[in-house]
């Protein structure tokens, strides 16, 4: 397809001077409001022509309120047809992010528990990874003084994929089931879907008789994870306000620290049961889906899946349940549909095949198919899954017994799980992009330091307690880091027309990723030993930190619509800032002290609401005892 000029959902000529800016090769990095640069009058006929085309002429002044604030956020101080009620909800999306619905968090939080099956297999089969080998007659751990184990290579490598399983299923089937199934059934049709497999799969683990029989219910135990962890963070970013939707989002990757956490538990719980111990870590599984199966009828449907779907009365009363106010809804679903005609102009009809081949071949999309692959290829190549798969294996090779070893993976779920609350905060202040710079460098250094720990000789206490505080450290960087920007990310950066073949791409990439890993890392073990295989993870951290600084732009603060100017960025004009603009600028403020230089901006924002205008309007509307003062006019659009 050609790179295509559109002008912001409108003819040119109803823009007059207006510059248009190109979604597929915005060169000067200028992020637009649609609506930007309409008249009033045009304006005002736009809304009444989309009420008529939508049966919503009962709604017609609220929406000409709404899109009026949605042209112009920064002033809706100055415009007469709002109430004081309606400027005051307006203020609060400033003063007070977090006062939302709680049919909001509701929303969110009950569809991210589905996490914690992730979560908590992945350490199910970790305990239980010291039993079922044996009942099933593939030993991997050759035992001093016992006869030599035939074919340990080959029981290394089953024992591998039995645990990859779920990553299998979800990698090449559940994650692509992801588009089709969505457009039949919407958002919560397919969380309701995955939920089953993850109810009925752990059950079947629990009783299987071979290692094959294990092996098949975690492939479908994968249909579940696949699916479900393609829409969740998406419909979680599709109902949540920009100011807050990473601190929302990440809601997934707290419950998936929360079961992995409980995971541990568990293994510690029914670990001196008998035989049966590994059946029941593997079956318990299935706790965490029972109250998504039963929930997600609760929830509302994602409005901006109805609004693709062209059902605008169902999306506006869902809009209504997840924000404030009816002006609020309003003004979402006007500048929704708006920015939505300008994709449809760019990106045009397409099936399933085309989407997929387009996430290769339109250039807005191509790039954000590139971030997304980055950052979830990161999350496999920090070493996170090595930990949480194998760390009762690791934990025994450097000499604990099985009890201590459990109870060292337990402490490793505890600090994944506690160090993963600061970034509700931290996501959508400091921004995904620099927890990511911030944390990578320091998980590269941990995980060596782990590995240097094993030459410590074993007769030392230092060797085990040095080894478990490394890994701590390296889980306390990873969880307000690489641990809630992925999924968050991924969800974010795609068009609403690409969403969901995009994010099953995402999601596809960090589970084949995880299963390879799963599936290798035994035989790595053996054969580089523990030092070798830390050593190696610490230099793919190292790695994905260069991929990370060239390639991934920052999504914080920006609504859904917005991303569309931010990745018609090219590919190389963002690599070069970061080296040459970005870099320097690093280097001589924080190593050479200089500490009066300026950074010049990447993106110039238009009549756009980003973060440095809410700190503005915060100063400015606030007065010294916490009362907005009236008739102060909000700073204007700077550049940041």
Same mark, same amino acid.
């Given at each position: 397809?050609?790179?295509?000029?559109?002008?912001?959902?409108?003819?040119?000529?109803?823009?007059?001077?207006?510059?248009?800016?190109?979604?597929?090769?915005?060169?000067?990095?200028?992020?637009?409001?649609?609506?930007?640069?309409?008249?009033?009058?045009?304006?005002?006929?736009?809304?009444?022509?989309?009420?008529?085309?939508?049966?919503?002429?009962?709604?017609?002044?609220?929406?000409?309120?709404?899109?009026?604030?949605?042209?112009?956020?920064?002033?809706?101080?100055?415009?007469?047809?709002?109430?004081?009620?309606?400027?005051?909800?307006?203020?609060?999306?400033?003063?007070?992010?977090?006062?939302?619905?709680?049919?909001?968090?509701?929303?969110?939080?009950?569809?991210?528990?589905?996490?914690?099956?992730?979560?908590?297999?992945?350490?199910?089969?970790?305990?239980?990874?010291?039993?079922?080998?044996?009942?099933?007659?593939?030993?991997?751990?050759?035992?001093?003084?016992?006869?030599?184990?035939?074919?340990?290579?080959?029981?290394?490598?089953?024992?591998?994929?039995?645990?990859?399983?779920?990553?299998?299923?979800?990698?090449?089937?559940?994650?692509?089931?992801?588009?089709?199934?969505?457009?039949?059934?919407?958002?919560?049709?397919?969380?309701?879907?995955?939920?089953?497999?993850?109810?009925?799969?752990?059950?079947?683990?629990?009783?299987?008789?071979?290692?094959?029989?294990?092996?098949?219910?975690?492939?479908?135990?994968?249909?579940?994870?696949?699916?479900?962890?393609?829409?969740?963070?998406?419909?979680?970013?599709?109902?949540?306000?920009?100011?807050?939707?990473?601190?929302?989002?990440?809601?997934?990757?707290?419950?998936?620290?929360?079961?992995?956490?409980?995971?541990?538990?568990?293994?510690?719980?029914?670990?001196?049961?008998?035989?049966?111990?590994?059946?029941?870590?593997?079956?318990?599984?299935?706790?965490?889906?029972?109250?998504?199966?039963?929930?997600?009828?609760?929830?509302?449907?994602?409005?901006?899946?109805?609004?693709?779907?062209?059902?605008?009365?169902?999306?506006?009363?869902?809009?209504?349940?997840?924000?404030?106010?009816?002006?609020?809804?309003?003004?979402?679903?006007?500048?929704?549909?708006?920015?939505?005609?300008?994709?449809?102009?760019?990106? &045009?009809?397409? =099936?399933? @095949?085309?989407?997929?081949?387009?996430?290769? #071949? *339109?250039?807005?999309?191509? $790039?954000? %198919? /590139?971030?997304?692959?980055?950052?979830?290829?990161?999350?496999?190549?920090?070493?996170?899954?090595?930990?949480?798969?194998?760390?009762?294996?690791?934990?025994?090779?450097?000499?604990?017994?099985?009890?201590?070893?459990?109870?060292?993976?337990?402490?490793? &779920?505890?600090? =994944?799980? @506690?160090?993963?609350?600061?970034?509700?905060? #931290? *996501?959508?202040?400091?921004? $995904?992009? %620099? /927890?990511?710079?911030?944390?990578?460098?320091?998980?590269?250094?941990?995980?060596?330091?782990?590995?240097?720990?094993?030459?410590?000789?074993?007769?030392?206490?230092?060797?085990?307690?040095?080894?478990?505080?490394?890994?701590?450290?390296?889980?306390?960087?990873?969880?307000?880091?690489?641990?809630?920007?992925?999924?968050?990310?991924?969800?974010?950066?795609?068009?609403?027309?690409?969403?969901?073949?995009?994010?099953?791409?995402?999601?596809?990439?960090?589970?084949?990723?995880?299963?390879?890993?799963?599936?290798?890392?035994?035989?790595?073990?053996?054969?580089?030993?523990?030092?070798?295989?830390?050593?190696?993870?610490?230099?793919?951290?190292?790695?994905?930190?260069?991929?990370?600084?060239?390639?991934?732009?920052?999504?914080?603060?920006?609504?859904?619509?917005?991303?569309?100017?931010?990745?018609?960025?090219?590919?190389?004009?963002?690599?070069?800032?970061?080296?040459?603009?970005?870099?320097?600028?690093?280097?001589?403020?924080?190593?050479?002290?200089?500490?009066?230089?300026?950074?010049?901006?990447?993106?110039?924002?238009?009549?756009?609401?980003?973060?440095?205008?809410?700190?503005?309007?915060?100063?400015?509307?606030?007065?010294?005892?916490?009362?907005?003062?009236?008739?102060?006019?909000?700073?204007?659009?700077?550049?940041?």
């Amino acid at each position: 397809m050609s790179d295509k000029e559109i002008s912001s959902g409108h003819e040119q000529g109803r823009r007059g001077t207006v510059t248009t800016i190109n979604i597929n090769s915005n060169s000067e990095a200028r992020i637009q409001n649609p609506l930007a640069g309409i008249s009033r009058e045009d304006l005002m006929q736009d809304v009444e022509t989309f009420c008529q085309e939508q049966g919503m002429n009962d709604k017609l002044a609220l929406i000409q309120r709404g899109a009026l604030v949605a042209q112009n956020p920064k002033n809706f101080e100055h415009i007469p047809e709002l109430s004081e009620g309606e400027k005051q909800a307006l203020r609060d999306e400033t003063l007070h992010k977090w006062r939302q619905p709680w049919r909001l968090y509701f929303t969110v939080i009950l569809c991210s528990i589905g996490a914690a099956v992730q979560g908590w297999d992945q350490t199910g089969s970790n305990g239980a990874n010291l039993g079922f080998p044996d009942e099933f007659g593939i030993p991997t751990d050759q035992k001093k003084g016992a006869p030599p184990i035939e074919h340990l290579d080959y029981n290394n490598w089953i024992v591998g994929l039995v645990n990859s399983g779920p990553y299998i299923g979800s990698a090449f089937l559940g994650c692509w089931m992801n588009d089709p199934l969505n457009n039949w059934f919407g958002r919560r049709g397919v969380i309701f879907f995955s939920a089953v497999f993850c109810v009925i799969a752990p059950f079947g683990s629990a009783v299987c008789q071979n290692w094959e029989q294990l092996l098949a219910t975690r492939l479908l135990l994968g249909i579940g994870m696949g699916s479900k962890a393609s829409t969740v963070p998406i419909y979680a970013a599709e109902n949540c306000p920009a100011s807050i939707r990473g601190g929302l989002v990440m809601s997934w990757q707290m419950w998936t620290a929360f079961g992995i956490f409980l995971g541990f538990s568990a293994n510690l719980a029914v670990k001196d049961v008998g035989a049966i111990a590994w059946r029941l870590q593997l079956g318990s599984a299935f706790i965490p889906a029972v109250p998504l199966l039963i929930g997600v009828y609760f929830c509302p449907e994602s409005p901006r899946w109805l609004m693709k779907k062209g059902r605008y009365t169902k999306a506006y009363r869902s809009l209504c349940k997840l924000r404030n106010t009816e002006l609020q809804a309003a003004r979402d679903l006007f500048y929704v549909h708006a920015q939505l005609t300008i994709e449809k102009d760019v990106l &045009g009809k397409s =099936n399933y @095949v085309t989407r997929f081949i387009q996430l290769f #071949t *339109i250039p807005r999309v191509r $790039r954000a %198919t /590139l971030a997304s692959f980055i950052v979830m290829l990161a999350q496999q190549m920090c070493g996170i899954n090595i930990i949480a798969f194998y760390s009762s294996t690791i934990f025994v090779q450097a000499g604990a017994t099985s009890t201590n070893a459990l109870l060292a993976s337990w402490g490793f &779920g505890l600090v =994944n799980f @506690v160090f993963a609350w600061p970034a509700v905060w #931290t *996501i959508d202040t400091w921004g $995904r992009r %620099t /927890l990511l710079l911030f944390t990578f460098p320091n998980m590269a250094w941990t995980l060596l330091a782990a590995g240097f720990c094993f030459y410590i000789p074993t007769s030392s206490k230092a060797h085990l307690g040095l080894i478990a505080m490394f890994i701590y450290l390296f889980a306390a960087f990873y969880s307000p880091g690489e641990g809630p920007v992925p999924f968050t990310y991924s969800a974010e950066v795609f068009p609403l027309s690409h969403r969901e073949v995009g994010m099953a791409w995402a999601v596809a990439t960090c589970l084949f990723w995880a299963a390879v890993l799963s599936v290798s890392f035994p035989r790595i073990l053996q054969a580089f030993k523990p030092q070798g295989a830390f050593g190696f993870y610490a230099a793919l951290n190292v790695t994905a930190f260069v991929l990370i600084f060239l390639f991934l732009p920052e999504t914080k603060q920006r609504t859904l619509e917005e991303l569309d100017y931010v990745f018609a960025v090219p590919t190389h004009v963002h690599a070069r800032y970061q080296t040459f603009t970005a870099l320097p600028y690093w280097f001589r403020k924080n190593i050479l002290c200089n500490r009066r230089l300026k950074l010049k901006p990447l993106y110039q924002f238009e009549d756009t609401f980003h973060d440095s205008e809410f700190d503005g309007i915060r100063k400015t509307s606030v007065g010294e005892k916490g009362t907005v003062t009236q008739g102060d006019k909000p700073p204007s659009s700077s550049s940041s």
